[in-house]
């Protein structure tokens, strides 16, 4: 099976700009979450899409969305980039009806806002 | 927050020693995940333990978890240079995420 793909891999930004981030999950897995690392916060939870619905959200400002489609493909937005956005943006999809299962992370997209 | 907090920050060892991370919480969990991570690049997950479980083991990995010191111990037995990496050890509890502590740098040297 192929694993979790995001794109694009690399992406520069300026302030005030939007963006849009893919992941692909696993084949047959329904679960997608996403994911902020940066040097100073670590690993923070952004929010969690499960056949097409949030179901759970970090403590991250409107200015991040998401979506997920049929195909458990989802998206997350970022809208009037700061500079304090940029960071790597990990998705992860998991087989079972929730993110308490094992997650299987994508590369990453590494976001820099100039 | 019921963020993991992983002990030591950073763990510089030899090839064929082993390397013993800690991980601390706060809350009650469900389970308890170990990932590790190569230069920035994504996850990769190693071991599960469920919160009625004490050890688990999965080649060269020993986890324990010690629900009432709410503390979780990941052990790797004769490191390779190819375990150089960070760990982060992940809980979850009330809520249906995952949260991930600050991890553990570890440095495995010929």
């Known amino acids: 099976k192929a694993g979790v793909t995001q794109t694009p891999r690399y992406l520069i930004k300026t302030r005030g700009q939007q963006v849009t981030l893919s992941c692909s999950p696993i084949?047959?897995?329904?679960?997608v979450s996403w994911y902020q690392q940066t040097p100073g916060q670590g690993l923070q939870f952004l929010f969690e899409y499960f056949s097409e619905t949030q179901r759970n959200k970090g403590n991250f400002p409107g200015r991040f969305s998401g979506r997920q489609f049929s195909n458990s493909r989802s998206e997350m937005n970022v809208s009037t980039l700061e500079l304090g956005d940029s960071a790597l943006y990990l998705c992860?999809?998991?087989?079972?009806?929730?993110?308490?299962?094992?997650?299987?992370f994508g590369p990453g997209t590494r976001l820099t806002v100039l | 927050s019921q963020q993991g907090e992983e002990d030591p920050q950073a763990l510089s060892i030899q090839e064929g020693e082993n390397a013993t991370m800690n991980c601390s919480y706060k809350?009650?969990?469900?389970?308890l995940q170990w990932y590790r991570q190569n230069s920035g690049r994504g996850l990769v997950h190693l071991i599960l333990i469920r919160s009625n479980e004490r050890e688990k083991h999965s080649g060269r990995l020993r986890v324990t978890l010690d629900t009432s010191k709410k503390s979780s111990s990941l052990l790797i037995t004769a490191s390779r240079a190819a375990d150089t990496a960070s760990y982060f050890c992940a809980v979850t509890g009330g809520g249906n995420k995952l949260t991930f502590g600050t991890g553990t740098q570890l440095k495995v040297e010929l």
């Open positions: 992860a999809s998991s087989a079972g009806t929730s993110s308490l299962d094992e997650q299987f």
């Open positions: 084949s047959g897995h329904r679960s």
């Open positions: 809350t009650s969990i469900n389970n």
